[in-house]
């Protein structure tokens, strides 16, 4: 069983940078596909981003190009760099993977926007 850890959330100005992190264990990293989501007001979770097991990333539209997602296989952690931050970028973050027909989701690490 995968168990996935979220940290780097926290509060972050407007325009500026901030770095999530989701640490996986339980699991071959290297096998494991990583993607990021966003809880939304009405309990629904928001698509960000995805890298495959290639390291092939893929991104919501809405991100502009301002979000970028990285993993480091060595250190069993995907990276979920957020730049030119928006207020409504505010929100509780997610990682999530799958293994076979299995589903994991973290705990959420939550991102505070001030204007």
């Known amino acids: 069983q995968v168990q996935l850890v979220e940290s780097g959330g926290g509060l972050v100005q407007a325009g500026g940078s901030l770095t999530l992190s989701c640490v996986a264990s339980g699991g071959i990293f290297s096998y494991l596909p990583m993607a990021w989501y966003r809880q939304t007001q009405r309990n629904q979770y928001d698509f960000i981003a995805r890298?495959?097991?290639?390291?092939?990333?893929t991104y919501a539209d809405f991100m502009e190009g301002r979000f970028n997602l990285s993993r480091d296989n060595a250190k069993n952690t995907a990276y979920l760099q957020m730049n030119k931050v928006r207020l409504e970028d505010a929100g509780f973050y997610f990682c999530?993977?799958?293994?076979?027909?299995?589903?994991?989701w973290g705990q959420g690490t939550q991102v505070t926007v001030s204007s």
């Open positions: 999530n993977t799958c293994e076979a027909t299995d589903d994991y």
């Open positions: 890298v495959t097991i290639g390291g092939v990333t």
